[in-house]
């Protein structure tokens, strides 16, 4: 009787596996051809099933020993080996594709780790261009618009942190392959590719330009008299190519995002650090002589909206890392009874009122101390840095302000460059169905590493063109598409609250971008543009 109730039990859990990997099978055609409801329906059900039993936690745990198979293809009960293709999106946990790669290779993540990489990609040296853009619009305006794009950003951003797991279990670890998901694999690539991609990529570009103007002015600062060394010399091209030797250096010891967690510390240390020591001395010098808050005359009423447009541009410019809030959420564990999400929104919360509380500052406390008579251009950012302070502040102070932005451009260079590192791998586990091996892994980061320096040394008039760049990629990716993807997969009440919101947000987002598109159009038309190929 007692064996009998043994081989019971064991015919009971053969069924259950039996049962679960049908359903694990089933899940790749309903992500990819199936309706919304049909995704759902069928999703709760997985999803408990594979809490009840583990399995989701087996799978995750084979895939990282190199064991992961596609449970798509079963012949006879035998897993295949993983077929996947460009177009094939679906994925997330049940793709054992993600094991292999940088974004998702260790899902180990924590709360603090998730809040160190949003702080490190989300505060940077854009920031510093704030009180130029209270220069115009004054005080009242200048406090309401960063008010509402403050809180605008605040909520796409836990659109994404809601959306990128799936009620099926399927997480989203790439902007992309949400925005495939939400509009479909033509649209979505259409859309989305170019944005994530420039905003990762050209992220990347331009770091080496600001951190090679950084270490190109350390140098002038540090052998200001010239008895010690040459002030001129190292040229803009050596500084480049010594700030792209230092990032990828440090990306090599990097294996995937998660590991770069102590990075990120770094980088937000140095990021509040600077941020704090510029409003600080800014009101702690006082203001300038005769300083006036009037906004500047303007010669034509064109030039007056491109300005003002070009203002409300720089705030919303400010607030970046949009397009790497799925990739850092992917860092995290995930279960049916602990979802990412919660750890994730943590995250988000504390580092968005540490950024907001530093931007606040900064344009308040640069715009107090200089008026419209701030120092700043939209060419000469990292001019900037010494500008702000050039007037009775000692060297050291300088020289330590330096040696804080590079720090931040080496740290932020590796959440932004790890994105890069990702896209290449995925091409290469498409096609040959493997991980990528360490050798080849070295040999990307190089690649990536010097592409990205010939592009910077061809192209360091790149950030006189971040207006019409940043208006036609990160406005919509920031503030648009968020707001459209949820009612596209959530599908929230036809003309409810939620939806009302989400499309006036995401249409006023589209006309706000196309404004910035004219504006910055027009004042590259007015201005000119230096296009100083190959001469940094």
């Keep these: 009787m007692q064996l009998s109730m043994v081989e019971k039990r064991e ?21 990819c051809g199936q309706s919304d409801e049909g995704r759902h329906s069928m999703g709760s059900g997985l999803w408990l099933k594979l809490g009840g039993m583990r399995d989701q936690e087996d799978v995750e745990t084979n895939s990282r020993q ?5 449970f ?36 180990k993540g924590t709360i603090y780790s998730t809040t160190f990489h949003l702080l490190c990609s989300g505060l940077g040296i854009q920031a510093l261009l704030l009180p130029l853009a209270f220069a115009t619009l004054g005080w009242a305006w200048g406090i309401i618009c960063l008010s509402i794009v403050c809180s605008w950003k605040f909520y796409t951003m836990s659109l994404l942190v809601r959306l990128h797991e799936s009620d099926s279990g399927i997480r989203y670890s790439r902007y992309v392959h949400l925005a495939v998901t939400a509009f479909g694999p ?19 570009v331009q770091l080496i330009i600001i951190g090679g103007g950084i270490i190109k002015l350390l140098v002038r600062t540090v052998c ?10 190292m040229h803009g091209i050596l500084c480049f190519f010594v700030f792209m030797f230092m990032a990828i250096c440090v990306a090599e010891y990097f294996p995937n995002l998660n590991s770069v967690a102590g990075v990120s510390v770094i980088g937000t240390i140095t990021a509040i650090v600077y941020c704090t020591m510029i409003w600080a001395l800014s009101i702690g010098k006082g203001r300038l002589n005769d300083v006036s808050y009037e906004p500047p005359a303007m010669d034509s009423t064109m030039e007056s909206f491109s300005t003002v447009l070009n203002s409300v541009g720089i705030i919303f410019l400010a607030f970046r890392g949009q397009n790497v809030i799925l990739e850092i959420q992917g860092t995290l564990p995930s279960n049916p009874r602990h979802p990412s999400c919660k750890r994730t929104w943590s995250g988000v919360t504390i580092s968005h009122v540490v950024i907001a509380l530093c931007l606040f500052s900064l344009a308040l406390g640069g715009y107090w101390a200089y008026g419209n008579k701030v120092p700043f251009a ?36 590796q959440i932004y460059g790890m994105v890069v590192f990702d896209n290449f791998e995925m091409k290469y586990t498409i096609r040959k169905k493997q991980p990528c091996p360490r050798w080849l892994r070295i040999v990307l980061r190089l690649f990536v590493g010097g592409f990205a320096f010939f592009l910077a040394v061809a192209l360091p008039f790149l950030g006189r063109l971040s207006p019409l760049l940043g208006a036609v990629t990160s406005v919509p990716l920031t503030y648009v598409y968020p707001c459209f993807m949820w009612n596209s997969i959530k599908k929230p009440k036809r ?40 001469k940094p």
């Design 11 to 31: 015919n009971y859990r053969k069924d259950e596996r039996d049962h679960v990997a049908g359903d694990i099978s089933g899940a790749w055609v309903v992500v």
């Design 66 to 70: 190199g064991f992961a198979q596609d």
């Design 72 to 107: 798509s293809n079963m012949d006879n009960g035998v897993p295949q080996p993983v077929t996947m293709s460009p177009k094939n999106w679906a994925g997330g946990e049940l793709n054992p594709q993600d094991a292999w790669l940088p974004l998702t290779e260790s899902r």
């Design 186 to 204: 033509k649209l979505g690539m259409l859309l989305a590719l170019f944005p994530a991609m420039y905003l990762s990529g050209g992220a990347c």
């Design 224 to 233: 200001k008299d010239g008895a010690t060394c040459d002030p001129n010399s």
């Design 378 to 413: 939209n060419t000469e950012v990292v001019k900037a840095v010494s500008q702000f302070h050039a007037q009775k502040i000692s060297q050291f102070v300088l020289e330590l302000l330096c040696i804080l932005v590079l720090i931040n451009c080496l740290t932020t260079f």
């Design 495 to 534: 003309k409810g609250i939620i939806w009302c919101t989400n499309m006036g947000l995401g249409c006023l987002g589209v006309v706000l971008s196309v404004l910035f598109v004219v504006a910055a159009a027009w004042d590259l038309a007015d201005k000119g543009l230096v296009a100083n190929f190959f």
